[in-house]
T-cell receptor
Framework: AQSVAQPEDQVNVAEGNPLTVKCTYS??????LFWYVQYPNRGLQFLLKYITGDNLVKGSYGFEAEFNKSQTSFHLKKPSALVSDSALYFCAVRDEDYGQNFVFGPGTRLSVLP | NAGVTQTPKFRILKIGQSMTLQCAQDMNHNYMYWYRQDPGMGLKLIYY???????DKGEVPNGYNVSRSTTEDFPLRLELAAPSQTSVYFC?????????????FGNGTRLTVT
């Protein structure tokens, strides 16, 4: 079965510092991995995705994610955090066995402190 | 460009009442989805549709029904509302069936059943 874990409920980082939001996954086939961001009272917004190829994926708003097949991880990163990056972040996975269903992690709340 | 529009934004129901959550998209997407979001649980798929006239169950379909008479609209029906259906409901769409196709989300409907 598919599953996604985000081991940290909350991540706090100072503005200007690098940030990492962790995600690990389990699928039976090739993974299609996504990061979404949710601002208060809004729907989820797509940030970036991994299919196959480069292990470092670049996305919107300066975010990037590092895919590690041996560790089954897809951590979200940003070199210099902004206060406006404070939001709820979700990792999600799909694979061929489960077709249309995205499996979402429980979410990590990122707080960037000024 | 409105994207995915959900109405209402908020609703309070009494146990046993029924209601329909509306979802419309103007992107001509064939694929549409209903998710529910509960704190610390990520998003769970309720129903999805791959085109007008075609719907299928997701992970948590019990207590819900859907229809898809047009490409644009994908309403979610709650019959005999129960407190367990208190949640935030998100409608989403995507343009193609490929596994790397991201979802476009509406802003959600916050439902409370008392």
């Amino acid at each position: 079965a598919q599953s996604v874990a985000q081991p940290e409920d909350q991540v706090n980082v100072a503005e200007g510092n690098p940030l990492t939001v962790k995600c690990t996954y389990s699928v039976s086939g090739n993974p299609y991995l996504f990061w979404y961001v949710q601002y208060p009272n809004r729907g989820l917004q797509f940030l970036l995705k991994y299919i196959t190829g480069d292990n470092l994926v670049k996305g919107s708003y300066g975010f990037e994610a590092e895919f590690n097949k041996s560790q089954t991880s897809f951590h979200l990163k940003k070199p210099s955090a902004l206060v406006s990056d404070s939001a709820l972040y979700f990792c999600a996975v799909r694979d061929e066995d489960y077709g249309q269903n995205f499996v979402f992690g429980p979410g990590t709340r990122l707080s960037v402190l000024p | 460009n409105a994207g995915v529009t959900q109405t209402p934004k908020f609703r309070i129901l009494k146990i046993g009442q029924s209601m329909t959550l509306q979802c419309a998209q103007d992107m001509n997407h064939n694929y549409m989805y209903w998710y529910r979001q509960d704190p610390g649980m990520g998003l769970k798929l309720i129903y999805y549709s791959v085109g007008a006239g075609i719907t299928d169950k997701g992970e948590v379909p019990n207590g819900y029904n859907v229809s898809r008479s047009t490409t644009e609209d994908f309403p979610l029906r709650l019959e005999l509302a129960a407190p367990s259906q208190t949640s935030v409901y998100f409608c989403a769409s995507s343009s193609r069936p490929a596994l790397d196709s991201p979802l476009h989300f509406g802003n959600g409907t916050r439902l409370t059943v008392t």
